[in-house]
């Protein structure tokens, strides 16, 4: 019967053990930087091929792309935001992730007042 009372009182512990929270992954400056392959898609178009770099100037992150533009981007945890940037007659603005070494973008573009929308997803 001690051995009854004794498993009792053991299956609790164990339980509350084994129910421990899983270890949060979040990703520092350093794991941004790099150059992502892959392919971008715009609303209804087909997708093709792209490439982003993420580099750091001066403590600040920015997104450059194929064209060689650069785009300032601020960083929480994975997440990464684009925050809108006007240029001559058109805003640009977007948010992605990273996911070990692959990088979603969801992009938004608005040339007079035509909004379009792309997503690129690329790998390191």
Known sequence: M?????GFLFLPLLLLHACKKDDVVECTTADFIGTYTG???CDGA???????????VGGKLFLVDDEDEEYPIETE??????????????QISGVGK??????TINLSASV???S??????GSK
């Open 116 to 121: 379009t929308t792309c997503k690129f997803e």
């Open 98 to 103: 990273l996911d070990g070494n692959n990088l």
């Open 46 to 56: 087909g997708s093709e091929d792209a490439s982003y770099s993420i580099k750091e």
């Open 39 to 41: 392919t971008s898609s």
């Open 2 to 6: 001690n051995k009854l009372r004794f």
């Open 112 to 114: 007079f007042g035509q």
């Open 77 to 90: 945890g994975c997440n990464l935001n684009i925050p809108s940037v006007d240029l001559i007659f058109a």
